[in-house]
């Protein structure tokens, strides 16, 4: 799933908890799993460095880094500019959606954090995260993929316009 789509989905996620910005926080942070769960598509890195074991991946320091985290970079500020878009659309609450997007993003951020340090205490988390994402059958084609990720944001602003 694109960075793009966890942004929008967590900020859509966080409108839920309108008086409680730590469980808008929440909400986007779970989302991120949700979805992950989906049959999804997701860019390749030419920086990774695929190892048997999964929480021995890593991507390598150098100039395919550099691209990937310009590439990484401008999917993660679509996003976020993307759901303050559409909280100004559809007359959502901005700071709700700027929680909710960083959230949704904010697990891919800590598998970062994983792949370049192995922190113990993310060991977990990422086990949880690899089991989610690589657990099942999931990756499909681009366009296949890209669809379906536009179509759960629009079904999802329709669910947040009708119950809110």
């Not at 890593?58 to 993307?82: P, Q, S, Y």
């Not at 878009?85 to 994983?114: K, T």
Request: glycine fraction near 6%.
């Amino acid at each position: 799933m694109t960075l793009t789509t966890h942004a929008i989905v967590g900020a859509l996620a966080a409108q839920f908890f309108p008086q409680y910005p730590a469980a808008a926080f929440a909400a986007g942070f779970a989302s991120h799993f949700v979805i992950d769960a989906l049959p999804h598509w997701d860019y390749s890195l030419r920086s990774s460095r695929e190892h048997a074991d999964p929480l021995q991946f890593d991507l390598e320091i150098g100039r395919d880094f550099v691209h990937d985290i310009v590439k990484i970079g401008f999917d993660a500020i679509l996003g976020l500019f993307l759901s303050c878009v559409i909280a100004y659309l559809f007359d959502l609450s901005l700071i709700l959606a700027v929680i909710g997007a960083c959230a949704g993003i904010f697990p891919d951020a800590l598998q970062f954090v994983y792949f370049k340090t192995h922190l113990k205490l993310l060991r977990s988390l990422q086990r949880f995260h690899i089991w989610i994402q690589e657990g099942r059958q999931l990756h499909i084609a681009a366009w296949k993929g890209i669809s379906l990720q536009g179509a759960l944001v629009i079904v999802l602003i329709c669910v947040v316009k009708a119950v809110l």
